[in-house]
């Protein structure tokens, strides 16, 4: 059984930052994507993050795009999500998750993960 779990998750000033970590246990974390997704009350979660399974290759959403970083330590079993720059927008409920395929593409989809955390609260104040 795979399990995620989130951490780092806080409240913070607009314009901070935040370091999110996610550790893996039960699975074999390093053949998989993985990617960070958030959902903010009365909405759809959304796809924020993701990265391959070496880390040379990471795709973002639009809304993020150079002010957080993700990155991976395989040998840790751990997937990190660095915050700068954030904004009230950002308030959200993140989840870590693995993806369905240890395939080479990169997924994008929530529907492409099968395994999530319990998820981090992450409130920005304007």
């Known amino acids: 059984q795979v399990q995620l779990v989130e951490s780092g998750g806080g409240l913070v000033q607009a314009g901070g930052s935040l370091r999110l970590s996610c550790a893996a246990s039960g699975g074999t974390f390093s053949s998989y994507n993985m990617g960070w997704f958030r959902q903010a009350p009365g909405k759809e979660r959304e796809f924020v993050a993701v990265?391959?399974?070496?880390?040379?290759?990471?795709s973002y959403a639009d809304s993020v795009k150079g002010r957080f970083t993700i990155s991976r330590d395989n040998a840790k079993n751990t997937v990190y999500l660095q915050m700068n720059s954030l904004k009230p927008e950002d308030t959200a409920v993140y989840y870590c998750a693995q993806a369905r395929s240890s395939g080479s593409y990169i997924y994008t989809s929530l529907y492409d993960y099968a395994y999530w955390g319990q998820g981090t609260q992450v409130t920005v104040s304007s």
């Open positions: 990265i391959n399974w070496s880390g040379g290759r990471t």
